[in-house]
């Protein structure tokens, strides 16, 4: 029972413009959340967390969104970068150090 | 060296062979991982260690045997694999367990390309 969805495996964006990526969790105890971004022939790399008492964090042109209610999170990526074309993982935590993967989304970025 | 280390990156093997991967961490991390990634698929863990004792097992076949001989090292002993057992293996630390001490973030290797005809 797959409890991390990435709904959208690929994702195709022009150099300079926004790249939003969605995840959506079926788990309520679920607290924290995670993205990890992939590059070919690497392991995946941290990029961003967030608190489910916060609704935003931001690093400087990656921000994640939060919908608790929704059972929803968002990566924005602004400007995209020809440099962020990578496979991205959300991923999510409960009240364990357990962490339940999303499958990726491919994300492209076209100069 | 620096990170997460796994040897060997690639590896192709007969259903009867026994192979091992290995994997090294120089951070000073108490919490190892395996995780198997099929293609298209989630990450799945698959077992973890925590200063050297197994704490998971998820319900993986005992064809695949870890060992953690110490916190730096860990090792996954590959035995009478299937086809369908072709896969990235990666492996990765972390700090310590994070139990609800905030985010559990992982480092990872750059995995084990497995294939098994």
């Known amino acids: 029972d797959q409890q991390v969805k990435q709904n959208s495996p690929s994702l195709s964006v022009q150099e300079g413009r926004i790249s939003i990526l969605n995840c959506d969790y079926t788990?309520?105890?679920?607290?924290?959340f995670l993205w990890y971004k992939k590059y070919p022939a690497e392991g995946p790399t941290f990029l961003i967390s967030?608190?489910?008492?916060?609704d935003k964090n931001e690093d400087g042109r990656f921000t994640v969104f939060l919908n608790k209610s929704a059972k929803h999170l968002s990566l924005h990526i602004v400007p995209s970068q020809p440099g962020d074309s990578a496979v991205y993982f959300c991923?999510?935590?409960?009240?364990?150090?357990?962490?339940?993967f999303g499958a990726g989304t491919t994300v492209t970025v076209r100069a | 060296e620096t990170g997460v280390t796994q040897t060997p990156r690639h590896l192709v093997m007969g259903m009867t062979n026994k192979k091992s991967l290995k994997c090294e961490q120089h951070?000073?991390?108490?919490?190892m991982y395996w995780y198997k990634q099929s293609a298209k698929k989630p990450l799945e863990l698959m077992f973890v260690?925590?200063?050297?004792?197994?704490?998971e097992n998820n319900s993986v076949p005992s064809r695949f045997s870890p060992e953690c001989p110490n916190s730096s090292h860990l090792f996954l002993h590959l035995h009478t694999l299937q086809p369908e057992d072709s896969a990235l293996y990666l492996c990765?630390?972390?700090?310590?367990?994070?139990?609800?001490?905030?985010?559990?973030?992982?480092?990872f290797g750059a995995g084990s390309r497995l294939t098994v005809l």
């Open positions: 991923a999510a935590q409960g009240n364990d150090y357990k962490l339940s």
């Open positions: 967030i608190s489910s008492i916060k």
């Open positions: 260690y925590s200063l050297e004792e197994r704490v």
């Open positions: 990765a630390s972390s700090q310590d367990m994070a139990l609800g001490s905030g985010a559990n973030v992982l480092t």
């Open positions: 788990n309520s105890m679920f607290d924290y």
């Open positions: 951070l000073g991390h108490n919490a």
